[in-house]
């Protein structure tokens, strides 16, 4: 249900992406493979497109809940991770002042 999924554009990856196999998977779907090769390439012109996601991994393995795992149920997994997901955003609009610039007093 819901809109239909669109794959991304490009898939930006380190060396430890550097197979052949990897980047035909990668055209197979369509998309361009921004993978750095081995011994050539330095991973470094891809750290601008994969901090986005390591920062917000390492925001939710913040929570021990979620990187140990205790839950044994996905659901109650989903449901801790959905909370985590909230109160990270909540701290970064607090700390951003967006919850109170359109605020009138």
């Known amino acids: 249900l819901g809109r239909p999924r669109r794959w991304p ?40 497109h994969r901090y986005v996601i390591e920062r917000c991994l390492e925001w939710v393995s913040r929570f021990r809940r979620l990187a140990r795992r205790y839950e044994r149920k996905a659901s109650h997994y989903t449901g801790f991770l959905s909370l985590a997901c909230a109160l990270i955003c909540y701290r970064r609009a607090v700390r951003l002042n967006l919850l109170t610039r359109n605020n009138p007093k």
């Open 9 to 48: 554009g490009k898939l930006h990856g380190d060396k430890g992406y550097d197979y052949r196999s990897c980047r035909e998977a990668v055209r197979r779907r369509g998309m361009i493979a921004r993978i750095a090769r081995k011994g050539i390439e330095s991973a470094t012109h891809l750290g601008r």
